[in-house]
């Protein structure tokens, strides 16, 4: 690439494929417990996203993994080896958050521990519910991701029980969300397509 090209702002191939190149963003399901409702949340976001056109989004829930509890066994179990797998192929993530006593699940905490490399150098978006809109989980979990040198962006979509559930079980969301949600994604595609260029 000569001079002048690189002036004017002529892109190389690699930089080419690069923005045209759709990013993949998991949706990540963060509860395990009989009778959740993060599946209904989860596609609606995933409804909202695909409408989108702008990236890859799929659903990704650790329930199917079979985590074990970290430290509990040898760590030769296969869901390990595909949950790393599966989250090294993403290069986002929204994470959909249940309240449970001020934080997050302790299935979601143990499948973020079950991870390190894999989870380095990209961005997360958080959908949250409960009581309170699940705004203490969620504040919780940023400390968490921190660490795990994820990027969580700033626009928080956050869902009431008492206003976007029907007897906290029925998901009918309010329509005031849907730009929140928008917003968060527009945001979590931004960073993640800079941070793909430092991994």
Do not use: C
Request: aromatic share 10%; charged share 25%; no cysteine.
């Amino acid at each position: 690439m000569g001079f002048l090209d690189r002036l004017f702002g002529k892109q190389t191939k690699e930089e080419e494929t690069m923005t045209t190149e759709k990013l993949n963003i998991g949706i990540i399901l963060g509860s395990t417990r009989e009778g959740r409702v993060s599946p209904q949340v989860g596609e609606w976001v995933k409804g909202i996203a695909d409408k989108r056109g702008d990236a890859n989004y799929e659903i990704v829930d650790i329930a199917d993994f079979q985590l074990p509890f970290l430290g509990t066994t040898d760590g030769t179990e296969p869901g390990i080896a595909a949950w790393n797998e599966k989250l090294a192929n993403l290069d986002g993530f929204v994470f959909i958050v249940q309240e449970y006593n001020h934080s997050i699940t302790g299935a979601l905490k143990n499948a973020i521990d079950f991870a390190r490399e894999a989870w380095y150098d990209k961005a997360a978006g958080i959908v949250s519910y409960g009581s309170t809109g699940g705004a203490r989980a969620a504040e919780h979990l940023r400390g968490i991701l921190a660490e795990q040198k994820v990027a969580d962006v700033r626009t928080h979509p956050t869902l009431s029980l008492f206003t976007d559930f029907v007897d906290g079980s029925e998901f009918k969301p309010q329509d005031l969300h849907l730009n929140n949600v928008n917003t968060m994604l527009d945001e979590v595609l931004a960073w993640s397509g800079a941070l793909k260029t430092i991994r």
